[in-house]
Nanobody, 114 residues
């Protein structure tokens, strides 16, 4: 069984930064795709950033140049470094991994407000 646990969310002012972490526990030896999704109130969940096992990355247009996704395979952790945060980034952020089947974290709240 694989479990994903996110951390690092919180309340920040516009222009601030946060780094989200997702620790994957269980029998994980490799992965096809890991990513960060977010869901704002009243909105559908959307992909923010993704990374493949080979290191290729993909970002939503609205976060390009501000967010960076990275992994530490040895620690079984995926990170989302978020900079220049905007109020529209406010959402619950979810970690995701595809290992033939899908796994989701419980989500961590990010609130950007003055």
């Amino acid at each position: 069984q694989v479990q994903l646990v996110e951390s690092g969310g919180g309340l920040v002012q516009p222009g601030g930064s946060l780094r989200l972490s997702c620790l994957a526990s269980g029998s994980i030896f490799s992965f096809y795709f890991m990513g960060w999704y977010r869901q704002a109130p009243g909105e559908e969940r959307e992909l923010v950033a993704g990374i493949t096992g080979g290191g290729g990355t993909n970002y939503r247009d609205s976060v390009k140049g501000r967010f960076t996704i990275s992994t530490d395979i040895g620690k079984k952790t995926v990170y989302l470094q978020m900079s220049s945060l905007k109020p529209e980034d406010t959402a619950v952020y979810y970690c995701y991994i595809r290992l033939g089947r899908d796994y989701w974290g419980q989500g961590t709240q990010v609130t950007v407000s003055s």
